[in-house]
């Protein structure tokens, strides 16, 4: 037997030896992955290889994503279209179950397609690159969001797709890392909305302003039937929503037009009806009786010194003359005649007797010759006003009759530039005596205004009127209800010009909108060639691995 001998180490012996048997202190890889699952590591068969394999396939993934955007998108929508209904004008004001289902299935389609269409491309995109890389890390969702943004900017060019590329970027970046749910919707929702901002840049200009909600949040909605639609006439309803038409602040064809360079101006909700005559001829008094209602002073004497205007309103109001400019802006240029702002108020009554809810009378300072000064040119401001009114009577009384010549002026040169307008009546007829007194009288007038060759005219009328009066009996015929057949007549009239107006005004409108995107339209096709171009060059001249080895987005 062979005798054992003991060797005994020291401390660095024994660690050098430790170290020669075990190995050395470096591993051959650092990156050991060690499997953590429920129950005992086994080796996986083909068959679950082969399983595996589909659902990290790229065409797995794009279609997952584009089936989880599908249904995010339709939550989405499903929730701004009922926070936020797109149903306005007249079906707003009559919404019934079917009108509120068809919205919600609009909106609903339209955001679950467009979010599983950007789903769909960006796992693709970013699959694709992860798989040529071999890398799974935060740069393949940042190409994969360039790439995603800049094609959905294209759509309005060149500057838009780096745009919408460059912020892909910089959302994907600045969101790492990523929970499953902000994957999807950072990745999906940014480059959506940006995208489409950018690609309708240019043309949403032509649409109107959706800014007004109210503090919650929500779109206000008028009421079905309010007070005041209630109380208004069917006259009434169409001249003011014509008038609406042109000047309302979100859609209104005005604003609409603006950016298309035409200018349109929107029609009056009234029809303008001034009074011109000798003094104490009855003006006054004709206004008082059809609004059955006591503004204006009557009398023998000048009562009227300037220009009234008498119109319908809420609540009974006197406007002098700066007021009177702000009410009525169309009568600014009547500021330029130097002192009848400081003549012209205005009377607002709330009496709604006959049509005057429809009418706005302009009673004017009675006209007499001699050296009686005014403290304007009246002269002009009567012309100017019967530009802008739709309707003149002129009234001769018995006793001034038609000898005054600044009124038989006047109504000879606005007879020459408006004879449509024009109505002529003998007013207090019941104050001219008897019969063969009064036919003395038109006579007379009409002789004198015979003697004007602008007057001299064929199918004159000159009816007889004068205010009613139960406590003085007369036999004169009154025709002062014709006089009133003529302002509502005006006022079928203009509805009817409103309503011609807004149609042709549509029109116009319709026509330069198409104008407009017809060349938008073409410039995007040149923009996507351009783009279409400048692409295969970049490729053809570049190789693929440098493009992607490149550590900047691809724009």
């Not at 970046?173 to 950072?186: A, H």
């Not at 489409?196 to 779109?219: C, E, F, T, W, Y």
Request: charged residues 25%.
């Amino acid at each position: 037997m062979t005798e054992s001998r003991s060797t005994l180490f020291t401390s660095d012996e024994y660690d050098q030896a430790a170290k020669y048997m075990m190995g050395g202190l470096s591993r051959y890889r650092e990156n050991i992955i060690v499997p953590r699952n429920m129950g005992p590591v086994t080796i996986k068969t083909n068959e679950e290889k082969m399983v595996e394999g589909f659902f990290e396939s790229c065409p797995f993934k794009a279609g997952m994503s584009g089936v989880i955007g599908y249904g995010l998108g339709g939550a989405l929508g499903l929730f701004s279209a009922s926070v936020n209904p797109t149903i306005t004008g007249q079906e707003a004001k009559q919404q019934t179950a079917r009108e509120v289902f068809r919205d919600l299935k609009t909106s609903t389609l339209s955001y679950a397609k467009n979010f599983a269409m950007i789903g769909l491309m960006f796992s693709a995109v970013e699959c694709t690159i992860e798989t040529y890389r071999g890398k799974s890390d935060w740069r393949n969702g940042t190409y994969a969001g360039a790439v995603t943004g800049g094609l959905i900017g294209f759509r309005a060019g060149l500057k838009a797709g780096i745009f919408g590329a460059v912020e892909r970027c910089i959302v994907l970046e600045r969101n790492q890392p990523l929970t499953l749910s902000r994957w999807f919707v950072v990745r999906s929702l940014h480059p959506y909305v940006f995208g489409r901002i950018v690609a309708h840049l240019r043309i949403n200009k032509l649409r109107p302003d959706m800014s007004k909600l109210n503090q919650s949040g929500v779109r206000a909605r008028q009421a079905v039937n309010s007070a005041e639609q209630a109380t208004l006439s069917v006259n009434e309803r169409i001249l003011k929503e014509c008038h609406t038409m042109y000047t309302d602040p979100e859609r209104g064809l005005i604003k609409l037009a603006q950016p298309l360079g035409l200018k349109l101006l929107a029609p009056r909700k009234k029809v303008t009806v001034m009074l011109i005559g000798n003094h104490s001829a009855g003006k006054s008094s004709f206004i008082n009786w059809y609004i059955e209602e006591h503004v204006q002073r009557t009398g023998v004497a000048i009562e009227t010194q300037g220009f009234i205007i008498v119109t319908s309103g809420k609540k009974r109001e006197t406007l002098m003359g700066n007021a009177t400019m702000h009410l009525y802006p169309h009568l600014k240029p009547l500021s330029k005649i130097p002192g009848v702002v400081d003549f012209l108020s205005t009377e607002i009554s709330t009496s709604k007797q006959k049509k005057f809810s429809l009418v706005t009378f302009v009673d004017t300072p009675g006209l007499v010759d001699g050296d009686l000064q005014y403290h304007f040119d009246v002269n002009q401001s009567i012309l100017w006003l019967g530009t802008m009114s739709d309707l003149v009577f002129v009234f001769f009384d018995p006793i001034g009759q038609a000898l005054c010549n600044r009124t038989v002026s006047l109504v000879e040169k606005l007879n020459a530039q408006h004879a449509e307008k024009m109505r002529f009546y003998l007013s207090k007829a019941d104050d001219a005596g008897t019969e063969a007194d009064r036919q003395k009288v038109m006579m007379q007038i009409v002789q004198e205004l015979c003697k004007r060759p602008g007057l001299n005219k064929t199918g004159f009328d000159m009816p007889t009127i004068y205010i009613p009066d139960t406590n003085k009996p007369t036999r004169c015929v009154n025709q002062i209800d014709d006089a009133c057949r003529e302002i509502e007549k005006t006022i079928n009239q203009t509805i009817q010009n409103a309503l011609n107006t807004l149609g042709k005004d549509c029109e116009k409108v319709m026509k330069l909108a198409r104008e407009e995107l017809a060349v938008d339209e073409e410039s995007c096709k040149c923009n996507r060639k351009a783009t279409t171009r400048g692409k295969l060059k970049i490729v053809s001249e570049f190789p693929a691995s440098q493009i992607f080895q490149s550590k900047f987005c691809l724009v």
